[in-house]
């Protein structure tokens, strides 16, 4: 044995002096793995004799650690404080898709991290009284917080109507002593009071194709003639307000907060609010058109005078009133045309030739706006462009429906859709982030365990092997293998058309939808992480320390993999462009050699013969730093995520909840607002 050889093993094995049994193996171990003729040993015997005679220990690796701990505890805390809203989202999304929507508030007063900062008051704005476990009983609660607050009231007439079917105990009384003007509580007791009331008559395909007004029977006098009565009693009433926008405004200046999952969480409230008394509204346009054909039989001028006025009385006290929904205004539209037309008939009939002129030029209009209505495109366009091709999960669901109720929408443009849309894309991004971050965490663990698979021996070893690696190689190790794969599928993602973010992500692209283009990015990412380290860190240790065995790798295949990894990315992207199926089977051919070249090496480290089980020691001890870096980079990635999230959905006035716009979103309010001026118009109704 010369003496650079010597001098080495004695380097090697110095933290085993004291361990003399131990210091034998690793002498003779040593002796068998470095050749006799190995050149250059005197330079890592100095790098061993620099190690050993530095006083204090880096503790930059160890700070690594710590790091990565005090985010990730950051983000599990975070994460769990979002974990209802994102779970109020599943459900929404469900509901959407199934349009079944229910009015049970109780999951949401569940939700600590809002409710921990209302007042008891809000509270029972926002939910009734939590005491209780009926909705009724709930908004009993409601009422009684703010007795003469009509819109308190109603809120729990609804409530109690739709547990009970019927009227509470001294309704209209009640409705005359805190707003005594207001009709809208005598329509809501007409409603009430005509369930089961009337039937409708069969009719004929023609006549359904013409939209002719339907026949009725009256299954029940009595119950009839009360709504009609009060249906009468209306037309005397000065105003008419169903306090719905008031109460939702209210409820939303409370309700909402500046984060994107917040106003997610406002949204689904706002789903599980029914629409005011729709159900109901039907019914009082059944009942003017089932009384117009029985005055049109019995032929009394008086009596059909009386009744125009009254539906008179009605179109006006709905045209005054702020619509409380989309759907709300669908409902009063259908309640006019059908009554319209049989009253004209009546008027006819009776003489009352301006009457029925008037009342003919409404039902014309109404049935002009829904023909032209039904005339336009089913696609929704804007700019050229299909609206689901750049909308946002959300606005994809709920815009098209509401821009084709009415026949003038109101403008929207390509820059509208992009807030929203990134929004999607930054929550998917978040999403990717999150399962490479546990990943990369179960990853890391796995390596740093690693080292208890080995002897005490080897162990040993391996640290004084890891010893010989400078900052330099630290900085190869992480800026190559960690840094750079992460900013080129950043740069490709975000700054190129190929990451796809100017479409929507559920767009249908072929076979796949868009959302499969950034997965795959991403995923292209992880596996450039696991892999771009070990070959740095082989490379890196051939320069340290070839004499003990460590050799680059050298393998085309293994650099073919590497290259057909970041080839990937862009590959994939190209599903912007086009529809083939190819470009999935292409991109997923390409990345293939590389994670079977990953698996490989895991197995190998598994299954390593005993002369190489040092070397796999101290790569598993070198790898645990770069995937510690790489998951703490996930994290930094998922809080920036986030902060771009955050300013996309600031930015987004087609669909962030805003009180000012008491709807599902603030376009939803705006096209709710022109179906009432749609409806005015047609009606002759000028504010």
Not at 34 to 62: G, S, Y
Not at 235 to 257: G, P
Not at 374 to 403: D, Q, T
Request: charge should be positive.
């Amino acid at each position: 044995m010369n003496d650079s050889k010597k001098n080495l093993i004695e380097a090697i094995t110095r933290p085993f002096t004291e361990q003399t049994e131990i210091k034998i193996a690793a002498t003779g171990l040593m002796d068998h793995l470095i050749e006799d003729d190995a050149k250059e040993l005197d330079v890592i015997t100095n790098r061993l004799n620099e190690v050993d005679a530095k006083k204090r220990k880096p503790i930059w690796k160890w700070a690594l650690f710590l790091l990565l701990s005090l985010a990730s505890i950051i983000f599990i805390v975070k994460l769990y404080q979002s974990s209802l809203a994102i779970g109020s989202v599943a459900t929404m999304m469900r509901q959407l898709m199934s349009l079944s929507f229910s009015a049970d508030l109780s999951l949401f007063s569940r939700n600590k991290a809002i409710m921990r900062d209302l007042s008891r008051q809000e509270k029972i704005i926002l939910f009734g009284d939590d005491r209780y476990t009926s909705t009724a009983d709930r908004m009993k609660g409601l009422w009684d917080s703010e007795p003469a607050n009509p819109a308190y009231y109603l809120e729990y007439a609804r409530a109690y109507c739709s547990e009970h079917e019927k009227l509470p105990a001294d309704f209209l009384d009640i409705g005359k002593k805190i707003d005594p003007q207001n009709a809208w509580f005598t329509y809501f007791a007409a409603a009430v009071t005509a369930k089961d009331s009337l039937k409708k008559k069969k009719q004929t395909k023609s006549a359904q194709e013409n939209r002719e007004p339907p026949s009725w029977e009256i299954d029940d006098p009595k119950k009839f003639n009360d709504a009609i009565e009060l249906l009468k009693y209306a037309r005397n009433q000065s105003q008419c307000r169903n306090y719905h926008c008031e109460l939702t405004k209210k409820r939303l200046e409370i309700l909402l907060r500046p984060d994107y999952f917040s106003s997610l969480y406002c949204t689904f409230y706002l789903s599980n609010l029914s629409a005011p008394d729709v159900i109901r509204v039907i019914r009082i346009g059944d009942l003017f058109g089932a009384k117009a054909e029985l005055i049109s039989r019995e032929k009394q001028n008086i009596q059909t005078k009386e009744w125009i006025d009254s539906f008179d009385s009605f179109i006006y006290h709905v045209m005054t009133m702020e619509h409380g929904g989309l759907v709300e205004g669908i409902v009063y539209s259908a309640c006019l045309t059908a009554p319209a037309k049989r009253l004209s008939i009546a008027a006819e009939e009776v003489g009352l030739s301006e009457d029925a002129q008037k009342l003919q030029k409404i039902h014309k209009k109404l049935d002009e706006r829904h023909k032209l209505r039904k005339s336009l495109p089913s696609e929704v366009r804007i700019e050229g462009k299909l609206f689901e091709e750049r909308s946002s999960l959300l606005s994809g669901l709920l815009v098209p429906a509401g821009y084709r109720q009415v026949v003038n929408p109101p403008p929207l443009t390509l820059e509208d859709l992009k807030p929203g849309r990134l929004t999607d894309h930054e929550l998917l991004s978040i999403a990717v982030s999150i399962v490479l971050w546990l990943g990369l965490i179960l990853l890391m663990s796995s390596v740093w365990l690693y080292r208890f698979r080995v002897s005490r021996l080897i162990s040993g070893l391996s640290v004084r092997v890891k010893g010989l690696l400078v900052t330099s190689d630290w900085l190869w190790i992480i800026g190559i293998g960690v840094i750079l794969p992460t900013i080129y599928v950043l740069l490709i993602n975000r700054l190129t058309p190929l990451g796809c973010r100017g479409l929507a992500i559920m767009k249908d692209q072929g076979k796949f939808v868009v959302a499969i283009v950034p997965i795959s990015q991403y995923i292209a990412l992880g596996a450039l992480v696991v892999a771009m380290p070990i070959l740095i860190a082989r490379w890196r240790f051939s320069k340290r320390a070839s004499q003990l065995g460590f050799n680059a790798v050298n393998s085309k295949i293994v650099w073919i993999a590497i290259i057909g990894g970041f080839l990937r990315v862009p590959v994939i992207g190209l599903k912007s462009m086009t529809d083939s199926f190819a470009v999935i089977i292409i991109s997923y051919l390409l990345l293939l050699p590389l994670l079977l070249w990953i698996a490989a090496v895991a197995l190998k480290a598994l299954f390593s013969s005993s002369n190489k089980i040092i070397y796999r020691s101290a790569m598993s001890r070198v790898l645990a730093i770069p995937y510690a870096f790489a998951a703490l980079c996930m994290i930094g990635l998922i809080f920036y995520f986030y902060a771009s999230l955050q300013y996309w959905f600031e930015k987004d006035s087609l669909m962030k909840i805003d009180p000012r716009f008491p709807g599902m979103s603030p376009y939803e309010y705006k096209v709710t607002v022109q179906l009432r001026e749609e409806i005015r118009e047609a009606v002759g109704y000028k504010p």
